[in-house]
């Protein structure tokens, strides 16, 4: 079970911190994903970590302004966003990989969180 | 890289064989998955690189192609089947997805 909080309101330019809380599975054992999705639109992947070194990808409108980590001991996927925009406006879904290694297979998926980001 | 699905809709009838199409702007191997989504549900993996069924998946979906040309068929298609179907490139960082094609009941 993925499940993801910290979603709201922000103005633009203003930052939230999202989480992804996981159960069910060894959270350790495999690499994450966030993937977004704006109203009445399509998916959009915006980042991955691997399980193991911590290496990380982005999407490019997201490069330099969010920031993907987890906390393997408490079972935690997180994407800090900063310097927000209005087409970041979207539900976030965090989404379980294949394995260790970042493959951007998306095998399961939590019910998402809305970030609106209107002045 | 680019993935441009069609067509945007398609409608057909409860029974009937349904063709997608996935076309990549560059040389994607098999690095191709298909996703389904129902209206206000998650999305769900249902191929993974181009032609393996994700755990559960009924035989009745199936995958197919490489390079750039790839084909999510419906064999028989079921009342739950009429959604929005999303494929998505994993050859190159970053990942991508395609538009989506969205199957109607007619």
């Known amino acids: 079970q993925l499940v993801e909080s910290g979603g709201g309101s922000a103005e633009p330019g203003g930052s939230l911190r999202l989480s992804c809380a996981v159960s069910?599975?060894?959270?350790?054992?495999?690499?994450m994903n966030w993937v977004r999705q704006a109203p009445g639109k399509g998916l959009e992947w915006v980042s991955a970590?691997?399980?193991?070194?911590?290496?990380?990808k982005y999407a490019d409108p997201v490069r330099g302004r969010f920031t993907i980590s987890r906390d393997n001991f408490k079972n935690t996927l997180f994407l800090q966003m900063n310097n927000l925009r209005a087409d970041d406006t979207a539900v976030y879904y965090c989404?379980?990989?294949?394995?260790?290694?970042?493959?951007?297979?998306?095998?399961?998926w939590g019910q998402g969180t809305l970030v609106t980001v209107s002045s | 890289i680019v993935l441009t699905q069609s067509p945007a809709t398609l409608s057909l009838s409860p029974g009937e064989r349904a063709t997608l199409s996935c076309r990549a702007s560059?040389?994607?191997?098999?690095?191709l998955a298909w996703y389904q989504q129902r209206p206000g549900q998650t999305p769900r993996l249902l191929i993974y690189?181009?032609?393996y069924r994700a755990a559960g998946i009924p035989a009745r979906f199936s995958g197919s192609g490489s390079g750039t040309d790839f084909t999510l068929t419906i064999s028989s298609l079921e009342p739950e089947d009429f959604a929005t179907y999303y494929c998505?490139?994993?050859?190159?960082?970053?990942?991508?997805f395609g538009q989506g094609t969205k199957l109607e009941i007619k």
């Open positions: 989404a379980r990989d294949s394995g260790v290694v970042m493959t951007a297979i998306l095998h399961s």
């Open positions: 690189d181009a032609s």
């Open positions: 069910g599975f060894t959270f350790g054992r495999f690499a």
């Open positions: 998505q490139q994993r050859a190159n960082w970053p990942s991508t």
């Open positions: 970590i691997s399980s193991s070194d911590g290496s990380t």
């Open positions: 560059h040389n994607i191997i098999t690095y």
